[in-house]
């Protein structure tokens, strides 16, 4: 039984830089973003452009672990804001499946058939890059 426990461990330890290594790639998502900026900018909480582009999204400065809704004076959707009253605090996975279809993504997350999202763009590849790239660049903890 010891033998059996140690050798769980040991492969569990073995797997973890592989599922480090599956994390996006900073560089390449920052490549990607390009598509993203028409929309969002990325301004420190300084007001330093890390990236310049439209105003039309909220700004992706710390958006990691940020309540979903509620970037101060942007005009969210409904269906937004009760995603972020219902606990939607931006990570990873729910990003990824969100930007891939924002609206669904809402309709499944709100249990509200007709929630309704202004992002209109569908970023269906490579989500996990412009994740880590975003982590990147936001607020150091």
């Known amino acids: 039984m010891r033998t059996a426990t140690a050798l769980f461990a040991?492969?569990?330890?073995?797997a973890l830089p592989a599922i480090a290594q599956a994390a996006?790639?900073?560089?390449?998502?920052?490549?990607?973003?390009?598509?993203c900026k028409a929309c969002h900018s990325i301004i420190g909480s300084?007001?330093?452009?890390?990236?310049?582009?439209?105003?039309?999204?909220?700004?992706?400065y710390g958006v990691v672990g940020r309540q979903?809704?509620?970037?101060?004076?942007?005009?969210?959707?409904n269906a937004m804001?009760?995603?972020?009253?219902k606990g939607l605090h931006w990570n990873e996975a729910d990003f990824v499946k969100y930007v891939a279809n924002p609206e669904a993504f809402l309709k499944d997350y709100t249990k509200d058939p007709t929630a309704h999202a202004?992002?209109?763009?569908?970023?269906t590849h490579n989500a996990e890059d412009v994740w880590a790239y975003?982590?990147?660049?936001g607020p150091k903890n």
């Open 134 to 137: 975003l982590q990147s660049v």
């Open 10 to 14: 040991a492969a569990a330890l073995a």
């Open 81 to 85: 804001k009760e995603a972020g009253q």
């Open 118 to 123: 202004k992002m209109m763009f569908h970023l």
């Open 68 to 77: 979903a809704g509620t970037y101060p004076k942007f005009n969210y959707s």
């Open 46 to 60: 300084d007001g330093t452009p890390i990236n310049k582009g439209g105003m039309i999204g909220p700004n992706l």
């Open 24 to 35: 996006g790639d900073p560089a390449k998502g920052k490549m990607i973003f390009n598509q």
